[in-house]
């Protein structure tokens, strides 16, 4: 029987589930201690864990246990794998180079904030000021003189006077470059000054930065990386010719494996899960499976699973729809609004052909004109609407653009939302380690705002109305689940909750000008759930 593989979309086998609920529950009754266990429920505190099935010559199973990166600033706790590197050797290197970074970042604080820089700057800024007054101020006054000048050639004047005006004129121009020149000259000394400064710091990031680097190619080179079929490499190696990525080697199922081989198990399954409070930036549910990432893993767990038959990992394949299960809810001779069911995409995938689009091409004589105004993700179902000519396309996009078209979703949320109704706005990007997921980010992502009300409190969920202001991927799915947010994944999600037989969220309702006729057009989707 093959080993799965740690990339599988389609979640853990059975064995792995099993050991990895268990250690669940062991850690929800404090196997950590009362301390580390707080420290995983505070914001930001969670932390990914993994359990390895393994199997002795002997035909005995083992199971693994261990956690990604550190856990209480320790490598190493009872019941769980090490990491893979030398512990002497990193330690010592460690503590070498945080010296040096330590002593950099003091010499960089003294270069931003300290006293004789601040001053200058603040010189500087108050010199700026001051000039710009006495320009605004100098050009006031010859724009007066300026104007003058103007009335008294237009009322007419003897040539010797023309002349005259001229070498005013002349003599102003001057005024106005010498005072920019004196200007200059006084700001010279405290720009130099201002530039020796932002080099300074420049350079001393720059220095930072190196020595960052050289530490991690150190550490790097501490870890011993082997295969089940006898073969070493390098950390540094397996990610040629880029340097490995921060955290390479430090996550759960690499720690795994590395044990596994040093204690000639063989593996038989794999489960990794997060348990604790979601990252920051992060709409992450306790007790969720994921596969292991491409960015940190995707080098590194084929080569350490070398002599060991893996599956090839399964992906998320949407399920073909027929053509009788999209419904129209609206046609006339510019556009067409249908009722689109979950597990259809709305266009072409790069794996998939299957769509509303593809669909709609087929059942309209003109279906090459047809396009689709916007989008529902693959798992969400409800009204979508489809433009029959360029001209219509355009018109709706610039009303989704405007946000004049009104939009509402009907959701089921894993557990109780507490107030009443309000709005959420998280700014959103997306996970570059784990495409197609999206990320808060509050300095790099795109305005997402969501505004929402509770419809109903059963059995431990919330029925929820959602109406985004914005139209980010994901960005109800993200706004349910992040902490920030409404704390409470959708009922079914499979990128930021636990998956289950469908996601419940649900166009429900969409309300728009029509670009032809500019009625109001409001279509609705009974809630199928």
């Given amino acids: 029987m093959s080993f799965s593989s740690p990339f599988d979309e389609l979640g853990p086998p059975p064995e792995a589930v099993d050991a990895a609920r268990q250690l669940q529950a ?24 993994g359990v390895l099935v393994a199997e002795a010559a002997d035909g005995e199973r083992h199971t693994l246990r261990s956690f990604s990166g550190v856990l209480g600033a320790r490598w190493r706790l009872p019941g769980f794998v090490g990491p893979l590197f030398d512990e002497v050797k990193w330690s010592s290197l460690e503590a070498r180079g945080l010296m040096t970074l330590r002593k950099l970042d003091a010499r960089l604080t003294e270069a ?43 009322r007419g004047c003897a040539p010797e006077v023309l002349d005259a005006l001229a070498q005013e004129s002349r003599g102003d121009k001057r005024r106005r470059r010498w005072l920019v020149d004196e200007q200059a000259r006084q700001l010279a000394p405290l720009a130099r000054h201002e530039e020796v400064q932002r080099r300074r710091v420049a350079w001393l990031e720059r220095l930072r930065a190196v020595a960052s680097a050289a530490l991690m190619r150190r550490l790097h080179d501490t870890y011993a990386v082997r295969d089940f079929a006898g073969s070493t490499r390098s950390l540094r190696s397996l990610y040629a010719p880029a340097e490995p990525p921060s955290g390479a080697g430090d996550c759960a199922a690499p720690k795994l494996l590395a044990q596994a081989q040093r204690l000639g198990l063989k593996p038989v399954a794999l489960a990794e899960f997060w348990f604790g409070a979601p990252a920051a930036d992060q709409a992450r549910t306790s007790g969720a499976f994921s596969p292991a990432c491409m960015r940190k893993c995707g080098p590194l767990l084929p080569f350490m699973l070398q002599g060991v038959s893996v599956a090839a990992p399964r992906r998320f394949v949407p399920q073909r729809v027929s053509a009788d299960a999209v419904r129209v809810l609206f046609e006339d001779a510019w556009l067409v609004v249908v ?61 989704f653009l405007k946000r004049s078209v009104e939009k509402r979703y009907v959701a089921v949320l ?116």
Avoid: N
């Fill in 339 to 399: 009722d689109k069911p979950e597990g259809l995409l709305s266009a072409p995938g790069k794996t998939h052909d299957e769509s509303v689009l593809r669909w709609a091409q087929r059942t309209w004589r003109s279906g090459e004109d047809l396009r689709l105004v916007h989008r529902l993700d693959l798992d969400t179902s409800g009204v979508l609407v489809l433009a029959k000519d360029a001209a219509t396309h355009r018109a709706l996009q610039h009303q």
């Fill in 414 to 529: 894993e557990g109780l939302v507490a107030e009443e109704r309000g709005r959420v706005a998280l700014a959103m990007r997306v996970d570059v380690d784990a495409r197609p997921k999206q990320v808060v980010d509050p300095m790099h992502g795109k305005s997402a705002v969501t505004g929402w009300e509770v419809l109903a409190r059963v059995e431990g969920r919330t029925r929820v109305a959602l109406r985004p202001l914005t139209g980010r991927t994901h960005q109800l799915r993200v706004h349910c689940a992040h902490p920030l947010g409404l704390a409470c994944p959708i009922v079914g999600d499979r990128l930021y909750g636990k998956p289950a037989e469908r996601l419940l969220l649900h166009a429900e309702r969409l309300a728009f000008d029509h670009p032809e006729t500019g009625v109001r057009v409001v279509v609705e989707s009974p809630v199928p759930f």
């Fill in 26 to 49: 062991e850690l929800e009754a404090g196997l950590l201690g009362p301390e580390l266990t707080a420290s995983l429920w505070r914001p930001g505190g969670g932390k990914m864990f």
């Fill in 112 to 154: 931003r904030r300290g006293s004789q820089a601040s001053a200058g700057a603040g010189q500087l800024a108050a010199l700026r000021d001051q000039h710009l007054q006495q320009l605004q101020a100098l050009d006031a006054e010859l724009a007066e003189r300026q104007a003058a000048r103007a009335d008294r050639r237009a």
